[in-house]
């Protein structure tokens, strides 16, 4: 049978090895996420619930929004903030026009904490510091594509990436791909584009 986790098939199938060293890649995301965490008695959910909140504008700050950006299910989401709001890291506060919904915000010890806690990615950052911009580039518009192809599988939630944006147009001159905004009026490099632009509309169709 061939699978991703047969040593004698990894070795001749480059997209196994693909997979797999995404997979290794994503341990190390689990793992400096947790080491980071741990002294505060926080979970790897909880944690990104706390960095996402201090991040965002107050309309994406409430259970629909966090699930969804985060794909996982609202009680999950409802749990881990009925932890945070007893641990006085989080508050509610009701809607001014519908006082059944609320949002979130971080208290003032929620966002001291999130100041300590959210270094963690600055120690996966510095392992591209030496790797050419070019190779980056080119991760990058390869990794917005394995995005896509998730999205579009059903996979995962629509992010807020450019490239399933209304305003996105992907134009072909002299045989090669440019990339325009349109709500911006202006071409994009690879590298100007977004993995979760707060001005991202769904295109239909």
Request: charged share 30%.
């Amino acid at each position: 049978m061939k699978s991703i986790f047969n040593h004698k098939y990894q070795h001749t199938d480059l997209d196994a090895k693909l997979v797999l060293a995404l997979e290794r890649i994503s341990h190390v995301f689990r793992v400096l996420l947790w080491e980071q965490t741990k002294q505060y008695n926080l979970s790897p959910i909880q944690t990104q619930i706390l960095i996402y909140i201090y991040h965002q504008p107050e309309t994406d700050r409430n259970i629909t929004t966090l699930a969804l950006r985060l794909n996982i299910t609202k009680a999950t989401v409802s749990d881990a903030v009925k932890s945070l709001v007893q641990k006085k890291l989080l508050k509610k506060f009701s809607d001014k026009e519908d006082a059944r919904f609320f949002y979130l915000e971080l208290t003032t010890k929620g966002k001291d904490l999130v100041k300590k806690i959210e270094s963690w990615g600055e120690k996966f950052r510095i392992n591209f510091k030496d790797i050419p911009t070019e190779k980056k580039t080119i991760l990058f518009e390869t990794l917005l594509q394995i995005l896509f192809s998730f999205e579009e599988k059903g996979i995962i939630n629509r992010n807020r990436i450019c490239i399933t944006c209304k305003h996105f147009l992907i134009q072909k001159t002299n045989r090669k791909e440019t990339y325009f905004c349109h709500l911006l009026n202006l071409p994009l490099n690879t590298e100007e584009l977004r993995v979760d632009c707060p001005e991202h509309e769904l295109a239909v169709g």
